[in-house]
Nanobody
């Protein structure tokens, strides 16, 4: 069973930065493409960024150039560096596998004030 524990969220002003962390257990992330997702208030969860086993990354257009996903395989950790935050980045952020995500963690709340 996959266990995912997200942390690092908080309240920041627009233009600020946050670094999210995700501790993963139950799977070895070096064998899995991983991703960060978010659920804005009143909306469905959406994919934000992904990273392949070989380290290739991809982002939704709205965060390109501002967010950076990374992984630390020995620690089985996944990170999301978020810079130049905007109010529309507000939401609960989750990490999970990119393919067939399941066993969602509690997520970490990110609130960006204008």
């Amino acid at each position: 069973q996959v266990q995912l524990v997200e942390s690092g969220g908080g309240l920041v002003q627009a233009g600020g930065s946050l670094r999210l962390s995700c501790a993963v257990s139950g799977i070895t992330i070096s064998f899995n493409a991983m991703a960060w997702y978010r659920q804005p208030p009143g909306k469905q969860r959406e994919l934000v960024a992904s990273i392949t086993v070989t380290g290739n990354t991809d982002y939704i257009d709205s965060v390109k150039g501002r967010f950076t996903i990374s992984r630390h395989n020995p620690k089985n950790m996944v990170y999301l560096q978020m810079n130049s935050l905007k109010p529309e980045d507000t939401g609960v952020y989750y990490c999970n596998t990119y393919v067939q995500p399941s066993d969602w963690g509690q997520g970490t709340q990110v609130t960006v004030s204008s």
